[in-house]
């Protein structure tokens, strides 16, 4: 054995544990809810292949699709908040806080059917986060990076497989109304080049969001499976 | 002959470095809005009986209109008895929790401070009383979160949408419209996103007014102005969902808090009463050690989810 290699008492001591602990304090569990009024407009990019003509070859094509997506949130289960008792610890008791949720029209998706939460190692505890957040640690910072459109897709996915419930379009036609007011705002100052720009990407959103919900009147809800 | 140098008196004559007598405070976001009337107590959980306060509620003095007399067929007359009204009344549950902090100073820690304000045990349980402001700031962020309504951007926070959720406000409940004034706790960030946008507003009906320091002395130190008639406080224990701040814009009495405070604390040696928190000495002989604990019992929630909106826009 050579022991030039073994860690001697008066060696530093391995870093390696406290690397497997996130450097930040201990969170609390969420639960994911969904507000059947609470949409927002997200666009995808669908990659399709078109066959080639003849000889030709097939080819990729790549076309930005936007539709509504039910905007599924995560509540912090902290006990002391909005109903949440507190049982062990900081553990919270959330069944009081979900019955009122859902007696006032909320939709509750269970982390055990949904598998939305991760738990890792944090200093004196766990951190919480839902599995679309990556978690990496440089230079003793936490670094966070939301996969927005895995989180859109699990969100459509849920609507397109009948957890959500009913759609009701009102509720876009509610939020088209209220988009119609942006491009408004700016019309002062459409002179400036970069202002027009914009204008014209607002209307080019109302445009999309208004042949959607015309789209949805016919197609239904397989008009989502297209961005699954 | 050597010189007399500083180098050369350090370890006997000089020391390597000397401490300050001043010690500089760390950044805290303890700023909250305790004080405010965006924020009800409604009561004390002492000799209740229970965890959890309910409030009560129930739609009186205007809610309900007089009947109107249009049956079907027209069969209402002028003498058709009138039917009785169902009262609207719901509730809200809010549970108090017990919350602790300790420290812990040896003998030789304490007695090597350097005057009355270094640490010792007494300014730990200063800390700790002061640690009860963050305690408050935190809880108001996670119970925003709980609003029902939302206005959600998926990019930065910008001047339509806090309009927009105002306006959510201002039609609340079938367009009755939450009685203001407004307040809006919103992150650091959507704070600065919300300025960014405000910079390029040119139309003077939405002026903002930032705050003067007369102002902020008024209103703490988390006051930014006021928009629209809708004072602004940043936070940043606002809490995150699905890759968005949870700000919020409110009207009073849309959260309530309760607390509860032990009336006597039996078989403690040494207790000190800091406002709302309860701060106990524990002594442990053997080694020479002095524990701090600071006790303190609240609890919040939505008492009214029609007085306010979420404000969700893009963390970066």
Known sequence: MNYKTEAQPWAPQSTHNAQMVLPTRPNYPMFAKWWPANWVWQTFEVTKTVKGVGKAKDKEETTTVGVFVPNVEFETIRPGVNGVRQIRGEI???????????????????????????????RG???????????????????????????????????????????????????????????????????????????????AQLVAMRQFLNDYKTNGIELYKKVI | MANITNHSLVADLRLQQMISQEIKLLITDARNLRNTPFLDFVGSINGNGSDTIRVRKAGLDGYDSFQAFTGASGSFQEDTAVGETSLTDGHADIVVKRNALMYKITDLASMTGIGGSDIDPFRIAESISKSYELLFAELTGATVAGFTASVTQAGALTVDDFILAFQ???????????????????????????????????????????????????????????????????????TDSAGNHVGALWAPGAIGFATGKPAALVGAAESMDMGDVLIEMDRDATRALTSIVG????????????????????ND
Not at chain 1, 148 to 158: A, F, P, S
Not at chain 1, 161 to 177: A, D, T, V, Y
Request: charged share 25%.
């Open chain 1, 92 to 122: 919270g008791d959330v069944s009081n806080r979900i019955g009122q949720l859902q007696r006032e029209g909320w939709i509750y998706l269970d982390p055990k059917r949904h598998d939305y939460i991760r738990a890792y190692p944090a």
């Open chain 1, 125 to 203: 505890g766990q951190y919480f986060a839902d599995r679309f957040t990556d978690i990496r640690v440089l230079a003793n910072r936490m670094i966070k990076t939301f996969d927005r459109n895995d989180y859109n897709k699990w969100c459509v996915t849920l609507l397109a497989n009948g957890e959500l419930g009913h759609i009701e379009p009102q509720f876009w036609q509610l939020l088209i109304r209220d988009f119609e007011k942006r491009p408004d705002r700016l019309i002062r100052q459409q002179h400036l080049p970069e202002i027009k720009q914009r204008i014209d990407d607002l209307n």
């Open chain 2, 168 to 238: 959510q406000l201002e039609l609340a409940s079938s367009g009755k419209g939450a009685p203001g004034p407004y307040v809006a706790l919103l992150h650091p960030e959507q704070w600065q996103d919300l300025q960014a946008d405000i910079r390029s507003e040119t139309n003077n009906a939405l002026a903002f007014a930032p705050a003067s320091y007369e102002a902020m002395s008024a209103k703490g130190p988390g006051y930014k102005g006021s928009y629209l008639g809708v004072d602004i406080y940043t936070s940043s224990h606002i």
């Open chain 2, 295 to 314: 006790h303190c019992y609240l609890g919040m929630g939505v008492v009214d989810s029609d007085r306010g909106v979420k404000l969700l826009s893009l």
